[in-house]
């Protein structure tokens, strides 16, 4: 995945785009830990990512027991580049 310096800190961050997690998460529904494993990032970091991007209406989330599972909200037609 590609790394972004932060110029502040100059510690540098991994960049995901919507576009990859849109990928994972097609024709699936997966918990937060499995969408990380496919990422390749931290469960923290996966989450994060999918909670903003169901702030923008692009995934879904529901509470299963005690994983959140996540899928593409179908209404979009897809995601901003």
Same mark, same amino acid.
């Given at each position: 995945?590609?790394r972004r310096? +932060?110029?502040?800190? !100059?510690?540098?961050?991994?960049?995901?785009?919507?576009?990859?997690?849109? +990928?994972?998460?097609? !024709?699936? %529904?997966? !918990? =937060?830990?499995?969408?990380?494993?496919?990422? !390749?990032?931290? %469960?923290? =970091?996966?989450? +994060?990512?999918?909670?903003?991007?169901?702030?923008?209406?692009?995934?879904?989330?529901?509470?299963?027991?005690? =994983?959140?599972?996540?899928?593409l909200d179908? %209404?979009?037609?897809?995601p901003p580049?």
């Amino acid at each position: 995945m590609p790394r972004r310096r +932060d110029p502040d800190s !100059g510690q540098y961050s991994e960049v995901y785009s919507e576009q990859v997690v849109v +990928d994972v998460l097609e !024709g699936d %529904r997966l !918990g =937060t830990s499995e969408v990380a494993n496919e990422l !390749g990032c931290h %469960r923290t =970091t996966a989450h +994060d990512l999918l909670t903003q991007m169901e702030d923008n209406g692009l995934v879904k989330s529901k509470q299963v027991g005690s =994983t959140l599972m996540w899928k593409l909200d179908t %209404r979009q037609e897809q995601p901003p580049e």
